[in-house]
Nanobody, 125 residues
């Protein structure tokens, strides 16, 4: 059972930056796809970014260069750096993983079995 614990969220003004972290148990970060999703009330959870076992990354089209996913495999921590924050980035952010994926990380939440509890990001204008 993989355990994921997010941190780093908070309240910031538009234009600011945040770095979200996700502590990953076992050796999932070295073997499986890791992904970030976000969700606002009443909306479906949407994929933000994914990183493959070998470090290859992919991003949702709406990111437009403002977010960077990375991982520290020695410390078993996944990151999401967010810059130029906008009010529409306000959401609960989740990290996720699933043993069936090590490449071509999907951006569909139904494909992931293991989830963290989420960290809230609130952006004010």
């Amino acid at each position: 059972q993989v355990q994921l614990v997010e941190s780093g969220g908070g309240s910031v003004q538009a234009g600011g930056s945040l770095r979200l972290s996700c502590e990953v148990s076992l050796d999932a970060i070295n073997n499986y796809c890791m992904a970030w999703f976000r969700q606002t009330p009443g909306k479906e959870r949407e994929g933000v970014a994914g990183i493959e076992r070998d470090g290859t990354t992919n991003y949702a089209r709406f990111i437009r260069g403002r977010m960077t996913i990375s991982k520290d495999t020695a410390k078993n921590v996944l990151f999401l750096q967010i810059t130029a924050l906008k009010p529409e980035d306000t959401a609960m952010y989740y990290c996720a993983t699933d043993p069936q994926w090590s490449t071509a990380c999907p951006m569909i939440h139904e494909e992931y079995e293991f989830w963290g509890q989420g960290t809230q990001v609130t952006v004010s204008s």
